[in-house]
Each structure stands twice: as C-alpha cells, then as structure tokens.
C-alpha cells in the first residue's frame, strides 16, 4: 500500500526491509519479529526454515524460548488413512477458536499437518490442508508438513515448529499424523492430549488395538456414524477398554468414546468438550507438567540419535578399516558395530 505521495507508510517500509534485505536473506530475529505481530508469510517462512534444519532453524529454537512458556494445549489427532481426520478437524477447529456468541474468548488454534513423505523424491502431497482450509474458513493457521523420512512419521521438526506457534500467540495447538500403521502412537510424544479417529468398517477398532492406540488413546472417535457398523466399532471399543480396565491400563482415565459426522459437524462439540475434560484431568492430578517434561526429553532423545546416525554415516562413507574388516569377514559387525560406536561417542577418530 501507499500514500498519496507515492511513498510506502513507516511501518510497511520496515517490513519490506525484513522480507527482502539487501544480501536476499531476512535476520530470523527480524522476521520473528514480524511473526508475532501477526504476519503470517513471516511465520510460513521460519516454519519452512524449521523444517529444512541447520543453523537457522536452531537459531529460531534459541530466539522462541524465552517467549514460549509450555502452557498452550498440543492436542494429537490421529487414526487410520480414510477415518476422516481432516474433516473432523476442520469443523473442531471453529470450537477451539471460541465464538463471540457464547461469551467464550477467541482463540488461535494452529494445526500442523504431518503428511508421509516419498521414500524417492522427499516430497509429499500435503492434501491435509487443502480440506481443513475449506472446512476451517481461515479461523487457524494451518501448515502442512512433511515426515522427510523420520522414523515414526513425526517430523523432529514438529516440536520446535509448536513453540514457535506458542511463541507467536497460538493457541491451542493440534497435530494431526499421517496414520501409517503402528508408528501413529508417536503423536502422544508430542501431545497433551490424544485423540484416536477410527471408523466403521474394514476392522478400524480392531487395527487400533492391535497397533496400539488404544494404549495412548485419551478420547476415541468413531466417525462416520451415520454408516453401516458404526455401532459395532463403539462395542468394540467399549469391550477392549472394558479390558484395559481389568489389566490396569485405564486404572487413571478411561477414554470417553464419541459418535461423529465430521462432514456435518455432528458430534463435534463433544470432541472439543471431551478434550477439556481430559486436560482439565491432567491440570488436577499433576500429570500435566509429567508429559511436557517426558515430551522433551523425547525430543533431546531423538535430536541425539539423530546426532549420532549422520556422524556415523558420514564415518562410514569413507570406508574405514574397521568396516573392510567386517565386509572381508574378519570382524563380526556386532563387533565392529561396537568399536565404532565407542570411539564415536569418546569423540575419537575410529581406528
């Protein structure tokens, strides 16, 4: 925008200076800046930068810690391919953000979408967001994000990306998994609390206790209630949490399970409700400040590991003597595994 004169307003030339500076780069201070205030490409570019890694997205870690304070909700959605996760969070999103109407204050939610990347190319489709922008009508800030590769179909960059939406004013804040099999219970290393979308048909319940989200379940949805087997999913769950409650596992907090049409927000306002109710749970026994703590010493487990599996591969690109040794079968690879791991961690040079 400009003025009569021609000239851009003091604030807009600030703000141009920090999206384009004279080297082509922004100061990650300068556009965090701007972020807070409520500059969403300034936000979408230090999430990108998150999500690349290196310097930058450490130095973003750095400036965001004195201004997250790990009071703002996280909430996990997640559940099998086709349960309607999206959906269902594109109508949930307009209950965390709060209405005028009933007197509630408005909130920001903000939504990371983690979708599975291509083993080949790195990329992914990033539909996620395509529906809940439809469904959510600009109410969050929704980004997607891809696994690139990450073992548990969590990006490490999720963790990091959730304090800078904290850092920025969001709040409550929700990640919704890719739903590729067993490794979907890594969301609760991520979340207060859990919710598990399962539906109708094709065994969902079943699959859901088999892969173990049941285990780290907080509140259950069966969507798509208004298909055949609905009712049937419910009584299996019931029964697997009658279960749970005979081997101690819902001793402290049984899931509360609810039916939903994510397509006509049937139900929805239970989800939201339930997920109070759970927090409110957590805040009265003490096991809020349990999780957030477990939650990142998660988070320093896995940075380590990841750590220590690039030094290792760019150590063995070089084929050291240790690893001929192995391939020549003179040393077993336990062994040899070994001797380098300890040299590695003693920040040694591998003989």
């Not at 349960?83 to 990371?112: D, F, H, W, Y």
């Not at 049409?261 to 997920?275: C, D, L, W």
Request: proline share 5%.
């Amino acid at each position: 925008m400009t003025n009569t004169s021609g000239m851009m307003r003091p604030r807009e030339t600030a703000r141009a200076g920090v999206m384009t500076s004279s080297s082509g780069m922004a100061k990650v201070s300068d556009l965090l800046q701007c972020a807070v205030e409520g500059e969403r490409r300034a936000l979408g570019r230090l999430l990108t930068m998150i999500e690349k890694g290196g310097e930058p997205a450490d130095e973003i870690c750095e400036l965001v810690q004195g201004r997250a304070t790990g009071e703002a909700a996280v909430i996990g959605v997640t559940g099998a391919p086709g349960t309607g996760k999206s959906t269902l969070l594109g109508n949930l999103i307009p209950e965390m953000a709060g209405s005028p109407e009933r007197t509630e204050p408005e909130r920001r939610p903000a939504v990371l979408a983690v979708d599975p990347s291509s083993p080949l190319t790195g990329g992914a489709i990033l539909g996620d967001r395509i529906r809940m922008d439809a469904a959510a009508a600009g109410r969050a800030f929704i980004r997607s994000m891809a696994t690139r590769g990450h073992a548990g179909g969590l990006a490490l960059a999720v963790p990091s990306a959730l304090r800078l939406f904290e850092a920025c004013g969001y709040g409550p804040l929700v990640v919704e998994t890719v739903g590729v099999g067993q490794v979907e219970v890594d969301v609760t290393r991520t979340a207060d609390t859990t919710v598990v979308v399962v539906a109708p048909g094709m065994g969902d319940a079943v699959q859901a206790n088999k892969s173990g989200l049941l285990e780290v379940a907080d509140v259950l949805v069966v969507n798509k209630a208004d298909r055949p087997g609905a009712d049937d999913a419910r009584r299996d769950l019931e029964h697997m949490l009658d279960l749970g409650h005979l081997t101690g596992l819902t001793q402290n907090w049984r899931p509360e399970i609810i039916m939903t049409e994510a397509t006509t927000a049937t139900g929805v306002e239970q989800v939201h409700r339930a997920i109070q109710t759970h927090r409110d749970h957590l805040a009265k026994t003490n096991q809020l400040e349990t999780r957030r703590q477990s939650r990142i010493r998660k988070e320093v487990q896995d940075r380590v590991t990841q750590q220590l599996q690039t030094a290792a591969s760019q150590y063995l690109s070089t084929k050291p003597a240790a690893l001929l040794e192995a391939l020549e079968g003179k040393k077993t690879p336990a062994a040899t595994a070994a001797k380098i791991s300890k040299n590695l961690l003693s920040n040694q040079p591998p003989s």
